[in-house]
């Protein structure tokens, strides 16, 4: 059996022994890591380690490439070359740490119940001369357009991933809603839960007390309106909990155009596209190399006919990226 003795990079970041390990020897199982850490096959710098130890640069880890059965093994995807082209096209900006795309409304991000291609299935595409393949660094509602951070290396995802967790990943979305909020400027702290039904699941907003709830936080302004039913709305997400400004918007009474989802009362216009108003539209965040960047994706065909149709300024497209020191 080869025994492998590899150095870690920089570029490998604060990853886990086992992620890493697999990244060496894609099919190799969780499993065989544990066995392998327990009997004291894989050491770190010559010393028995856990599958969950975080690894450092420089460290050297010792491993031995454990034959696969590749028949039993799991099959990578196949990648559809439509929409690995496509994906090359959506990207706005781009450096030797991440990407950034301008993702279309009605593409999935990752895999679940009936979907067969999403983003997260074809990464490979933008993987280029690189070792590693580029990973998802948070996600978007399938109809919801705009900006989706990609990293290109585990340093770089470790480093984006903790600025989304963090207040210094500023995030700003774009909606128009049916109805114009009141007051035009304010903050919605009201929890969200999931709650599965027969027929898939929902989510609803909570009260405080409710210990499966998760504390959501929404800040917005109303940037114009048409009378006193479409409004265009920034949103300031504080937090990142999934449909949280679907949810919040429609809970203030002013649901999301297009939303079928949430917005009960009218969710679709005579004159306007049936798809959703939601688009992600900057990120002002700090760049793992330092300084920071800031990211801002032009809107969509769809989102760009409503503003047209209600006299909203369409912002000029020129100013789609730019960074900051």
Known sequence: MKILHISILKEDGDVRLDRWIKRQNPNITQGIIQKLCRTGQIRVDGKRVQAATHLKEGEIV???MVEIDHEKAKQPQQIDPKLAKQL???IIYQDDDLFVINKP?????????NVTNHIDGILEALQFDSKYRPSLV????????G????????????????AFRSRDMKKVYWAITTRR??????????PLLKVEYQNGSHIEAADAKNKEAQRAITEYEVKDFAARKLALVELYPLTGRMHQLRVHCAE????????????KEMPYMDGFSQKLHLHA?????????GGRLLVEAPLPQHMKETFEHLGFVVPSEKSAVRTKK
Not at 138 to 145: A, E, Q
């Open 62 to 64: 010792r491993f031995p």
């Open 88 to 90: 090359k096209e959506w």
């Open 105 to 113: 409304s009605g593409i999935a991000v990752q895999g679940g119940s």
């Open 138 to 145: 948070h996600r978007l509602d399938k109809d919801t357009s």
């Open 147 to 162: 900006l989706l951070l990609i990293a290109r290396h585990p340093a770089a995802a470790a480093k984006l991933a903790a």
């Open 181 to 190: 909020p009141s007051p035009l400027s304010g903050r919605i702290d009201l």
């Open 252 to 263: 203030m009474k002013a649901p999301i155009l297009g939303d079928k989802k949430y917005n």
């Open 281 to 289: 539209r900057q990120l002002d965040m700090p760049h793992p190399s």
